[in-house]
């Protein structure tokens, strides 16, 4: 049961992975709805459960006789409702610590040792348990991190089982799941493709499916899913060409869907539409801006011309899970979620489109390692699968403006390019030039943990690059004033090009999460761009490491890429994230 934490997905995701089946439902959910569980685990969340409208539960849950944990906020939940006292504690408990367990004989926590690490993230606490519970143990912070009724098959837990971090966590959840509800293992990942399908036809009803493809992973098995679950005849798709897609992708998404028939998905040119609105634009935050907003004016013209707004049909959405996280909220219960950053499919014209149950989003509950298991599943090739991250506002944000001409200048121990790039320092954005140093390329690659110290060293710089080919020396250039036009994005278009191909045919993209290429206006004479090339690793994106690339592989791009006459020079982002953000925008 969701009460808003950014964990609870991750609790139903190892639940699946032991064997079990498991749902999620927004933790108000009337006992009625939850009577087929053979258990309930309250997730935690960021509220306090004396505060105001808080999430709660329906009491009647707890007394259903449907063995039940709670974690954290759930187990506050449990306590507050049943008649004990929670409250804020003297300090709060972030991160690792140490648990002790006062007791034998306890269900939940059968064949663990008396002293293990745990992960902890809380500041409010039991102060005095519900009657009827034990305290099962405690931490030097917290008397309370674990307690129990088995009378009534109560349970609750301070800490996190579900993080890594717990290193006995997932025995905990085993414990809970087989010994305590009687779970067997019978859940085959395999399954996942028929339950979502079944899903799909009983949210559309009656109702055909309309999507926006990308081309991307996502809404590509979202939409093939639906494709399955309704047939032809009911699903269809355009695919927005913005004029700030890469080379070669209209083709690739024309060719994937080439097979599933006529007008299954159609292609929409919408070019000018983009590019008119972009004109003399520099500053990141405008681009994203008029870029969301034009999506929206297309979507809604396109919707408006076939007559999608008549009530026989629902909009479909590749919307992942972290989309929901990061947007404040699950797709079910938006309002108690802190917002990190507002994904394009939570906008709010979507979010209305949300409310009267007009969207269906198929994989809202996945992580995307698993979307790409569906896909497999499904039979789809690793080609379409296994395509790295490619964000929605397209080649806008690696495509750098500057609204002047400036000289580069001396600065410590390279040269300070003032073209403004966006970084991550702290919690905040920073928006600031970078440093260019021209050392030899494979020493640079030696200074990657360096750039960071020396970005947190230099004061006003966010990055460091390294020059690994260049016509001039960097001194003898400067930035020009610059916008996205039709003659930068093709310039761009083909220096990513090569570095994509290159990549693939030297496997080189197995061994980066993502690999942007950004065009910076730095250059001299006639060549007024340069070209940057950001191999990174990462799990999520949300923090990343700049990857160290071969050498010879590393000069033979560099050498291709400067083959292009407007191309002044060739550059290696040496910044990890943070302090540099993955995209330049
Ligand atoms: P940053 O630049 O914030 O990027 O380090 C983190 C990851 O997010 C991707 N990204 C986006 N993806 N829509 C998307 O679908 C967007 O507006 C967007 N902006 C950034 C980026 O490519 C990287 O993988």
Redesign the pocket.
Known sequence: MDTGGQYCHLIARKVRELGVSSEVFPSESPIDALRHAKGIIISGGPSSVYDHSSPTMDPAVLSAGIPTLGICYGQQLITQLLGGDVRKGDKGEFGLAFLDLHTTGSRLFAGLADHQKIWMSHRDLVAVPPTGFRVLASTTTCATAAIEDEARRLYGVQFHPEVVHTTEGVRILENFLFGICDCVKDWNPANRVALIEDQIRERAGERSVFFFVSG?VDSTVAFLLCLEALGSERVCGVYVDTGLMRQGETDFVEETFAGLGHDVVTIERAEEEFLGPLEGVHEPELK?HIIGEQFVKVQERIMAARGLADGTWILGQGTIYP?TIESGGSARDQSKTATIKT??NRVPGIQKLIEQGLIIEPLADFYKDEVREIGREMGLSSALLDRH?????GLA?RCLCSAEEHPVTRFSEGWLVPVHS?G?QGDSRSYAPVLAIDTFPSAAARLQDEATELVNRSVGVNRVMACVASREPIGRQKVFASYITHGRLELLRRADGIVREMSRESGFDKNV??F?VILIPLGAGESRDSVVLRPIG?VD??T?DSVTMPDGLLHAMAGRILEIPEVAGVYYDLTH?PPG???W?
């Open positions: 991307g994203r989309d994904h394009h991250p490619f964000p929605g506002p944000i966006v991550v999460w993502q942007p990462s994106g949300m990343a994230k953000t993955i995209e925008e």
